[in-house]
C-alpha cells in the first residue's frame, strides 16, 4: 500500500470530497457547488490526500481577509484584492487515515502564503480543535460581538484562529 500523499485537488475529485465533508461534518452540510468554487478560485490552495484506496481527505484554503469569515455554504464570489492571509476553510480526513497528517498540509499552505506575500493564516475551529491547531503554531482570537455572531453558523465552541508567519 502507497503512503497517503497531499496532492492539488481537482474538480473531478469533487464527489469524493462532498462525499467525505457528508460523513465528517454531518452537522455542518455544504453543497459541493460551494466547495467546487473555492477549487476553482484557488486551485493550489485545495488539496486531497490520495492513497491507493482513493482519496481519504482534504483540505480547502483561498486568500481572504483577516476577522472576515466567510457564512458557511455560502459562495465567495471573488477573491479579494488585497488578501492579507490564507484561509483554511477545512481539513477533513477520514478516522483510519488520521495521524499527524495536516501538518503537511498546513506546510504546503505555508509556502502558498510566503509565495503570495501573506504573512497570516486564519481558520476557524470546531469540534474543540484548538489544542491540535495549537500544535502548529496558530492561536485563538478573542472574538469582537461582530465576529461572534459570524462563527455562531459554525457551532457552539467555534473558534477564530490565526498564525503568524512572521513570527515564525
Ligand atoms: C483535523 C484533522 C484533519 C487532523 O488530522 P491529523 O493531522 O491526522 O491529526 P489527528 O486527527 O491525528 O489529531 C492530532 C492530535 O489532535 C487531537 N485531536 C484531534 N481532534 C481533536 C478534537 N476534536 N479535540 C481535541 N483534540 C483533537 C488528536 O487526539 C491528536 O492528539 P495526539 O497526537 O495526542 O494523539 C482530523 O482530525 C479530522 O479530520 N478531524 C475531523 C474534522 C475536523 O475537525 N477538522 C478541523 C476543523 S477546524
Do not use: N
Amino acid at each position: 500500500m502507497s503512503k497517503p500523499h497531499w496532492r492539488p485537488a481537482r474538480t473531478s475529485d469533487l464527489a469524493a470530497i462532498s462525499a467525505i465533508a457528508a460523513r465528517i461534518h454531518p452537522a455542518l452540510p455544504e453543497r459541493e457547488e460551494v466547495l467546487a468554487e473555492k477549487i476553482t478560485l484557488c486551485p493550489e490552495g485545495c488539496g486531497v490526500l490520495d492513497t491507493d484506496q482513493g482519496i481519504v481527505g482534504y483540505g480547502l484554503a483561498h486568500p481572504w481577509m483577516r476577522y472576515r469569515i466567510p457564512p458557511l455554504d455560502g459562495f465567495l464570489q471573488e477573491l479579494p484584492d488585497s488578501a492579507d492571509c490564507l484561509y483554511i476553510h477545512d481539513v477533513a480526513v477520514l478516522p483510519d487515515f488520521r495521524g499527524g497528517v495536516v501538518r503537511a498540509y498546513v506546510a504546503d499552505i505555508e509556502k502558498l502564503a510566503r509565495r503570495s506575500r501573506i504573512a497570516t493564516l486564519a481558520l476557524v475551529s470546531v469540534y474543540g480543535t484548538p489544542p491540535l491547531w495549537e500544535r502548529i503554531g496558530f492561536r485563538a482570537v478573542t472574538a469582537d460581538a461582530e465576529l461572534r455572531a459570524k462563527l455562531a453558523s459554525y457551532g457552539d465552541g467555534a473558534s477564530y484562529m490565526l498564525r503568524d508567519l512572521a513570527a515564525m
